[in-house]
């Protein structure tokens, strides 16, 4: 017989299967002309388990490998850097990564992303340590944020499992953050300087507290993230770097 914790993750995968993430998405199926003014109506309360989460994140589109430096251009430079670093947030290890924005050489944006992957390959954002530079000083520190600390909660980044039509929270604050995802398609096309890549999940972020506000973004199988749309503006994956220090 099984377990009731078997049983329980049993129904998951199945539930999961026909688009509803038990637990951690409310999820309902949307159309490509969309403009993500989503209204979720049940309340949104994850139940996290620190025994649900593996070490580590190998989600084939979102896989985070110690010492990569995924480098970016477009209106900013942008440089993703997978360290070596853990934090535990809500009990859950979750691997940081650290993601710099510069403006003509100058740093505007520091942050620590905390990711962590659960047994269903879902990679789950547990919040994030922001800093804002001017002129080489620090202006404020707005976009942090620590799920479990003042009604802040997880959310996903990337499913385990996509699925076209699946939406998903990605944060959660009520009132302050409240960014989702939807999956549009699993085999579309990017090409940026890196090179074109096919195969791509293409997916729709957007959140209801401004619903016209509206990004597109591409990940890459073994890759991530490649391109990000907003509008006519790109940002484009233009180099990887392996084996980079801290």
């Not at 530079?133 to 996903?156: H, Q």
């Not at 995802?181 to 096919?198: D, E, I, R, Y």
């Not at 391109?227 to 392996?242: A, D, N």
Request: aromatic share 8%.
């Amino acid at each position: 017989m099984l377990s009731a914790k078997s049983r329980s993750i049993g129904l998951a995968v199945a539930v999961f299967i026909v688009g509803i993430l038990v637990g951690a998405i409310l999820s309902e199926v949307i159309d490509d002309e969309d403009e993500g003014g989503l209204s979720l109506n049940d309340p949104y309360q994850p139940a996290i388990n620190p025994a649900d989460f593996v070490l580590g994140v190998n989600n084939t589109y979102f896989p985070l490998v110690p010492g990569t430096t995924l480098v970016y251009e477009g209106a900013e430079h942008v440089e993703v850097h997978v360290t070596n670093a853990s934090r535990t947030v809500m009990g859950v290890v979750c691997t940081v990564v650290r993601d710099t924005v510069s403006e003509d050489g100058a740093v505007v944006e520091d942050t620590y992303d905390w990711y962590a992957q659960d047994v269903h390959g879902n990679v789950w954002y547990f919040g994030e340590d922001s800093r804002e530079y001017e002129d080489g000083e620090l202006k404020g520190t707005a976009g942090s944020w620590e799920a479990g600390v003042d009604g802040a909660l997880p959310g996903i980044i990337m499913l385990g499992h996509p699925l076209a039509g699946v939406t998903y929270r990605q944060e959660y604050l009520k009132g302050e953050a409240e960014d989702m995802g939807a999956v549009l398609s699993l085999n579309a096309t990017a090409t940026v300087p890196l090179g074109t890549f096919h195969g791509v999940l293409r997916t729709k972020d957007f959140t209801p507290l401004e619903p016209r506000v509206l990004e597109h973004k591409y990940y890459a199988p073994g890759v991530g993230l490649v391109l990000e749309e907003e509008g006519s503006s790109r940002v484009e994956l233009t180099e990887v770097r392996t084996g980079q220090p801290d």
